[in-house]
């Protein structure tokens, strides 16, 4: 009989516990701020400390009232914690050990300033026995059986004699015949039941860590890891969430127990979900942020995107004349003759990129050497697409050795060159008759900012002296282009400072940005 009742002890369920905290939002502040340790429940911040109190209690009533009633066969959350809610732990054993017992309640315990209100399955007689606390709900069906506490040892009480036999010291008679009655054996105390070990990244989460949201959020992730494990197709943008919360986890966890290792495994965690949100981004051609949709973009990938800023800083430096429309005709050509320094090109190409005198620019190149062409200048502003003029640029022909200024192949070069003449040939900008100037300011933007469209590297802008060598304009001349963009739907909220230029592009020309990489924590704006 008292195996079995053993046995049943190490089968019930733990009883379940949870708090609610009431704490200072700031300092020189009178917010507070109400948090629960459900992970499901949300921080809430109020003005006030009586505000905040009433919200807490409004907090746990809503809880008691959709939690389920408590399951009479649930072992004392009381006990769990060696029943320290109301036995004083004073280093010496009890001379009388606490014995668990009656029905299963829901009992609520507050601090007397206030300031926390904890919930927990527990028996009656814990309940009773510890100040302040107040039954909400008791479980119907049988009463858990009286235990002794597991801090408290005490030796088993003598069984009573069975009916029928004699005592110790009763007198013996020969014309009675003794009977043999078996003697049942004493009462063992039960077995000390441990907490369940829970972990996470091979680590065990100690059951008594502070503060108890913490642990919760701790054995929470744990558990959403060991799912993401078992899923039959990865699910990158939900495995980098996962790791930035599991970073914050143990940077807290960190802080509280002040281990080393801890802090290096929540910057491991930090590098794991900037991995894995890169590769989502790739896979996805786009990065999701609040509300904003994916960007289906033209260029798809990081690759791409830098082989694009390689193509503008290559011309910026080795362009043979001065000025932005010789600027942007040399990027176009550069772009169609970039694999093996030769290409094809039909008029409607130059006459297509907004420029003052195309034919007298094409005949200023040919003439400083930069540019080949079997025929004059007019001759390639008339040629149509079914007879298109070869041209040569000799300094973009790779030299015997194999190498040249780019590393992209040759299936790389018609997207990068799509990719510009859709930029250059934006619909608006054609309407509003955008200079050379303006379209090259606008593929430059594209090229430097955030994955939402913000300017610059996490859209805190773009430095004047970065813009000033890929746009040949001056701080003047750059606030009106930057206006032409607004009035062309590319550009809003753009401000331009004696640093920097800041802004956002619009939503309909985020498929054709090529976004920077995230910059680090530590790394301020450039």
Same mark, same amino acid.
């Given at each position: 009989?008292?195996?079995?009742?053993?046995?049943?002890?190490?089968?019930?369920?733990?009883?379940?516990?949870?708090?609610?905290?009431?704490?200072?939002?700031?300092?020189?502040?009178?917010?507070?701020?109400?948090?629960?340790?459900r992970p499901a429940c949300?921080?809430?911040?109020?003005?006030?400390?009586?505000a905040?109190?009433?919200?807490?209690?409004?907090?746990?009533?809503?809880?008691?009232?959709?939690?389920?009633?408590?399951?009479?066969?649930?072992?004392c959350?009381c006990?769990?914690?060696?029943c320290h809610?109301h036995?004083?732990?004073?280093?010496?054993?009890r001379?009388?050990p606490?014995?668990?017992?009656?029905p299963?309640?829901?009992?609520?315990?507050?601090?007397?300033?206030?300031?926390w209100w904890?919930?927990?399955?527990?028996?009656?007689r814990?309940?009773?026995?510890?100040?302040?606390?107040?039954?909400?709900?008791?479980?119907?069906?049988p009463?858990?059986?009286?235990?002794?506490?597991?801090?408290?040892?005490?030796?088993?009480?003598p069984?009573?004699?069975?009916?029928?036999?004699?005592?110790?010291?009763?007198p013996?008679?020969?014309?009675?015949?003794?009977?043999?009655?078996?003697?049942?054996?004493p009462?063992?105390?039960?077995?000390?039941?441990?907490p369940?070990?829970t972990?996470?990244?091979?680590?065990?989460?100690?059951?008594?860590?502070?503060?108890v949201?913490?642990?919760?959020?701790?054995?929470?992730?744990?558990?959403?890891f060991?799912?993401?494990?078992?899923?039959?197709?990865?699910?990158?943008?939900l495995?980098?969430?996962?790791?930035?919360r599991?970073?914050?986890?143990?940077?807290t966890?960190?802080?509280v127990?002040?281990?080393g290792?801890?802090?290096?495994?929540?910057r491991?965690?930090?590098?794991?979900?900037?991995?894995?949100?890169?590769?989502?981004?790739?896979?996805?051609?786009?990065?999701?942020?609040?509300?904003?949709?994916?960007?289906?973009?033209?260029?798809?990938?990081?690759?791409?995107?830098?082989?694009?800023?390689?193509?503008?800083?290559?011309?910026?430096?080795?362009?043979p004349?001065p !000025? #932005?429309?010789?600027?942007?005709?040399? *990027?176009?050509?550069?772009?169609?003759?970039a694999?093996? @320094? /030769? &290409?094809? $090109?039909?008029?409607q190409?130059?006459?297509a990129?907004?420029?003052?005198?195309?034919?007298?620019?094409?005949e200023?190149?040919?003439?400083c050497?930069?540019?080949?062409?079997?025929?004059?200048?007019?001759?390639?502003?008339?040629?149509?697409p079914?007879?298109?003029?070869?041209?040569?640029?000799?300094?973009?022909a790779?030299?015997?050795?194999?190498?040249g200024?780019?590393?992209?192949?040759?299936?790389?070069?018609?997207?990068?060159?799509?990719?510009?003449?859709?930029?250059?040939?934006?619909?608006?900008?054609r309407?509003?008759?955008?200079?050379?100037?303006?379209?090259?300011l606008?593929?430059?933007?594209a090229?430097?900012?955030?994955?939402s469209?913000?300017? !610059? #590297?996490?859209?805190?802008?773009?430095? *004047?002296n970065?813009l000033?060598?890929?746009?040949?304009? @001056? /701080? &003047?001349? $750059?606030?009106?282009?930057?206006?032409?963009?607004?009035?062309?739907?590319?550009?809003?909220?753009?401000?331009?400072?004696?640093?920097?230029?800041?802004?956002?592009?619009?939503?309909?020309?985020?498929p054709?940005?090529?976004?920077?990489?995230?910059?680090?924590?530590?790394?301020?704006?450039?």
């Amino acid at each position: 009989m008292t195996q079995a009742a053993a046995s049943e002890l190490d089968e019930r369920v733990p009883g379940r516990r949870w708090t609610v905290r009431l704490d200072a939002a700031g300092r020189g502040s009178t917010a507070v701020r109400v948090s629960c340790s459900r992970p499901a429940c949300a921080e809430q911040r109020l003005p006030s400390a009586a505000a905040g109190r009433a919200a807490a209690v409004a907090h746990i009533k809503a809880h008691l009232r959709t939690a389920p009633a408590p399951r009479a066969t649930a072992y004392c959350a009381c006990r769990l914690a060696d029943c320290h809610t109301h036995l004083p732990d004073t280093g010496r054993a009890r001379t009388e050990p606490w014995r668990c017992g009656g029905p299963v309640v829901l009992a609520v315990v507050t601090d007397r300033e206030s300031r926390w209100w904890q919930v927990m399955e527990c028996c009656s007689r814990c309940a009773a026995a510890t100040p302040g606390a107040k039954t909400a709900a008791t479980s119907q069906g049988p009463t858990a059986p009286d235990h002794p506490c597991p801090t408290t040892t005490t030796s088993p009480a003598p069984p009573p004699a069975p009916a029928g036999s004699a005592g110790a010291g009763a007198p013996q008679f020969s014309d009675h015949q003794a009977t043999t009655a078996s003697v049942p054996a004493p009462r063992t105390t039960p077995a000390r039941r441990r907490p369940p070990q829970t972990k996470i990244a091979q680590r065990v989460i100690p059951h008594d860590l502070r503060p108890v949201v913490l642990r919760d959020e701790l054995i929470e992730l744990g558990d959403l890891f060991r799912a993401y494990q078992q899923r039959d197709e990865p699910d990158l943008a939900l495995l980098a969430d996962l790791q930035e919360r599991k970073a914050r986890a143990f940077t807290t966890w960190a802080d509280v127990t002040s281990e080393g290792p801890l802090r290096w495994e929540a910057r491991r965690a930090e590098q794991a979900a900037a991995t894995a949100r890169l590769q989502h981004q790739q896979r996805t051609g786009g990065i999701t942020g609040g509300d904003r949709p994916v960007a289906d973009r033209l260029l798809t990938v990081p690759t791409q995107w830098e082989h694009a800023r390689s193509v503008l800083a290559y011309v910026a430096d080795h362009t043979p004349l001065p !000025g #932005p429309d010789a600027r942007l005709l040399v *990027l176009m050509l550069t772009l169609r003759t970039a694999h093996t @320094g /030769a &290409g094809n $090109l039909v008029g409607q190409d130059l006459t297509a990129l907004g420029l003052s005198d195309p034919e007298d620019l094409v005949e200023k190149l040919t003439g400083c050497g930069w540019l080949e062409l079997p025929g004059t200048a007019a001759d390639l502003l008339a040629s149509r697409p079914e007879n298109a003029t070869p041209i040569t640029v000799p300094s973009l022909a790779h030299p015997e050795d194999g190498t040249g200024p780019f590393t992209f192949g040759k299936k790389m070069r018609p997207k990068l060159s799509g990719w510009a003449q859709k930029v250059i040939s934006d619909k608006k900008l054609r309407k509003a008759k955008a200079t050379s100037a303006t379209r090259l300011l606008a593929l430059t933007l594209a090229t430097r900012t955030s994955g939402s469209g913000g300017l !610059g #590297p996490g859209g805190h802008g773009i430095a *004047l002296n970065t813009l000033a060598g890929l746009v040949p304009a @001056g /701080a &003047g001349e $750059l606030e009106r282009l930057a206006d032409q963009l607004t009035t062309a739907d590319w550009l809003t909220e753009a401000a331009l400072t004696d640093t920097r230029l800041t802004g956002q592009l619009t939503e309909r020309v985020l498929p054709l940005t090529c976004p920077l990489p995230a910059p680090s924590p530590e790394a301020g704006p450039r």
